[in-house]
């Protein structure tokens, strides 16, 4: 009897500290099956995702907007997905893009983005769209560009100045766009635009972030100081169902769905070994 | 007059930042615009420091061969390679600079971020125990919260989505409200210690 006791808390006790790489490999194999398999799931739209849907959808064609790209290739596979479809509904809508980044790691991310989505659809550099590229200083530069734009940004990525470029004729600051939407990863972002730009020059402000910063962003949805958001892959799956154009949100989805649900299976299968080394210890 | 003349210069700066977020006067706007285009040339300073001091760091550990040297090694190596290409042949789209940002950065920085699904994984399994009654809260709803943030968990319940989101929309808003009402308090009350000279720790110990 004494025998059987020892066995059994010595199984418990190596179910409680199995190998770590088990775990990898589980969680590995959830990832990677099921984007090669290429499935996809369809959601329902959540509110705040669709309420960036509606305001983007609600801008005139002509009008701007200012796409600030504000992550790094850390967090580009939960938010390029978002500017992917976010781009393709602004350019869908024939909306005038105007790009700039407080993060120095995000002008070339951007940039893919409008290299692969223009083409398709007959969008011009410097006509339809403009990247400004990164500028160092934070809070400063958000309230810089929103007072004069030129001062800021006085050439774009490429080294063009401003003054040369279409469609920023007669745009002298962020007060002539529409809507700020921002992608960002962390700080500066989204939060330091609603902080500096929102309330003090009364525009609007839609964007995208990581699904940890998620949470985050509530109360300003709540209070209205933010229009809609897309919140991780979730978000940009939902954003590119309602443009109707399956991306990598979509595709990553099942990947996600699969490692939520293994990661659930490890909790709740560490902590019945938990309780049941606890009734064993009495 | 090494304390009085920082003190003044930050009591006059923070002043003017404040009183131009409410006075649109150009006699109060235009300094403020200034002042601003001073703190973007400051910051962007703040990277020439930061490479220099890392470049110093990684130079001595090589040079005194101490643990892992071979990685500071590989960092100064990269930092004058990517450096010298993007100084002498530019940084635009197609360029060398692009193609090794793209091709190397993006995907070395995006593999670093996704080791986080395996350790969040493994410190799940190890570590998220019902403990306690907050533990076992805590736990339920992060379980709620994994489930209705995919599309399998509207699979499981078509009513899981709406629920999360009143989760995110009541309890979680409230805490988060809290807490950034408490941090913005904080923040407000150390600014103006800052302009007022009474909080001077950023001017260092001597």
Redesign the interface.
């Known amino acids: 009897m004494a025998e059987r006791k020892t066995e059994e808390r010595s199984l418990l006790t190596k179910l409680s500290q199995i190998d770590r790489r088990i775990l990898f490999l589980l969680i590995f194999a959830c990832a990677t099956i099921p984007l090669l398999l290429g499935a996809g799931l369809r959601m329902s739209v959540t509110a705040p995702v669709q309420g960036l849907y509606d305001a983007i959808d609600g801008l005139e064609a002509g009008s701007y907007v200012w796409l600030a790209a504000d992550y790094d290739p850390g967090s580009k596979p939960e938010l390029s997905p978002m500017n992917y479809a976010i781009v393709e509904h602004l350019f869908r809508k024939d909306i005038k893009v105007i790009s700039g980044s407080l993060w120095a790691p995000a002008p070339p991310l951007a940039q893919a983005v409008f290299d692969e989505m223009a083409p398709r659809h007959g969008k011009q550099y410097g006509v339809d769209y403009v990247n400004l590229g990164f500028k160092e200083g934070r809070e400063a530069v958000m309230v810089s560009i929103a007072e004069d734009l030129r001062r800021t940004f006085p050439e774009d990525h490429s080294g063009t100045p401003l003054d040369s470029i279409p469609m920023l004729e007669g745009i002298s600051n962020l007060q002539d766009v529409e809507m700020i939407i921002c992608v960002s990863a962390g700080y500066p972002g989204i939060k330091e635009w609603i902080q500096q730009i929102a309330t003090r020059y009364d525009t609007a402000i839609g964007g995208g972030v990581t699904a940890v910063s998620g949470p985050e962003m509530y109360p300003y949805i709540q209070s209205g100081q933010l229009v809609g958001l897309l919140s991780g892959m979730k978000g940009a799956a939902e954003y590119e169902q309602l443009v109707e154009r399956p991306g990598l949100g979509i595709a990553g989805m099942v990947a996600q769905s699969s490692v939520h649900v293994m990661v659930v299976i490890f909790i709740i299968f560490a902590n019945i070994v938990y309780f049941l080394e606890k009734r064993r210890a009495r | 007059m090494r304390t009085e003349i920082p003190v003044a210069i930050a009591f006059v700066a923070g002043m003017l930042m404040v009183v131009s ?1 409410f006075v649109p006067h150009p006699f109060i ?1 235009e300094p403020a ?1 200034v002042m ?2 001073w ?2 040339i400051i ?2 300073f ?2 020439v420091l930061g490479v220099a001091n890392i470049a110093r760091i990684s130079l001595h550990t090589v040079k005194k061969r101490t643990t892992d040297w071979q990685y500071k090694g590989a960092l100064v190596v990269a930092l004058v390679a990517m450096a010298g290409v993007g100084v002498s042949r530019g940084i ?2 197609g360029g060398l600079f ?1 193609w090794a ?2 091709n190397m ?6 593999t ?3 080791l986080l ?2 350790f ?3 410190a ?3 570590a ?3 403990r306690s009654v907050e533990a076992t809260l805590l ?1 339920v709803v ?2 709620v919260v ?2 209705g ?7 499981l319940w078509p009513g899981l ?1 709406a629920f999360t ?1 009143w989760i ?2 009541v309890p ?2 409230a805490a ?2 809290g807490i ?1 009402i408490g941090a913005a308090l904080g923040a407000i009350s150390t600014g103006l210690k800052m302009i007022l000279g009474i909080e001077r720790s950023y001017l260092g110990s001597d």
């Open positions: 977020l706007a615009a601003r285009s703190a973007i910051t962007a703040a990277y635009q789209t692009d940002y793209l950065y993006v995907p070395m920085q995006a670093m971020f996704s699904a395996f969040i994984a493994s799940a399994y190890r998220f125990r019902a736990l992060a379980v994994m489930l943030r995919v599309p399998v968990g509207e699979k989505p989101e995110m929309e979680n808003m988060k409200r950034m």
